[in-house]
């Protein structure tokens, strides 16, 4: 079965363009959200998306945006983008919105880098 | 404010030897807490969780311990394999909703 996948894997873009990441789900896994990791740091929730609802949002800008597909992928959108913002952006899927027991499973990410 | 801190970036510990990897937390809401482990160019897999009505919780190798008094947790791994070099990421959750990470801490095997 297929894990989490996300693309583009690896994309630079120059300060004030608009960068699109994708995600697909596990199989069956209704809930995506998605996380922001700067280097040397550990993972910060950006968005959860369940049943094409936004189900919550961290502490980030409203350049940051996302919506859920009826097919249950996702899509993160950054405007304006900013040095700051380059990062790797992880997506993760669970069955549920409240993902208990070790159920959530993270894609290999989306490495941003911004000139 | 970083709810979950990972005060050790980085541990070394021969082979064969217990790992002990330690956790702390501000938010005394948190009540369900995950280990992750990243290997480089890879996305975070579980490990090992609990939830806060427990103190300890075992699988094989691993074994997370919970002071909520303290609101300190621990992941122990014994016997430490070289396959266990990666970063630890601690986090922690309200009931399974948004997670909070820690900054991970580089463990390194010696054989």
């Known amino acids: 079965d297929a894990g989490v996948t996300q693309s583009p894997t690896h994309l630079i873009k120059t300060r004030g363009q608009q960068v699109t990441l994708r995600c697909s789900p596990i199989?069956?896994?209704?809930?995506v959200s998605w996380y922001q990791q700067v280097l040397g740091q550990g993972p910060q929730f950006i968005f959860q998306y369940y049943e094409k609802e936004e189900r919550g949002r961290g502490n980030f800008p409203d350049r940051f945006s996302a919506r859920q597909f009826p097919n249950y992928s996702s899509e993160l959108n950054v405007n304006a983008l900013l040095l700051g913002d380059s990062a790797l952006y992880l997506c993760a899927s669970s069955l549920t919105r409240l993902a208990m027991a070790g159920e959530l499973f993270f894609g290999e990410g989306s490495r941003l880098t911004v000139l | 404010d970083q709810q979950v801190k990972q005060n050790s970036p980085s541990l070394s510990v021969q082979e064969g030897r217990i790992s002990i990897l330690n956790c702390d937390y501000t938010?005394?809401?948190?009540?369900?807490f995950l280990w992750y482990k990243k290997y480089p160019a890879e996305g975070p897999t579980f490990l090992i969780s609990?939830?806060?009505?427990?103190d300890k919780n075992e699988d094989g190798r691993f074994t997370v311990f919970l002071n909520k008094s303290a609101k300190h947790l621990s992941l122990h791994i014994v016997p430490s394999q070289p396959g266990d070099s990666a970063v630890y990421f601690c986090?922690?959750?309200?009931?399974?909703?948004?997670?909070?990470f820690g900054t991970g801490t580089s463990l390194t095997v010696i054989p």
């Open positions: 938010n005394s809401m948190f009540d369900y």
């Open positions: 199989s069956g896994h209704k809930s």
């Open positions: 986090a922690a959750s309200v009931t399974g909703n948004q997670f909070y």
């Open positions: 609990i939830s806060s009505i427990k």
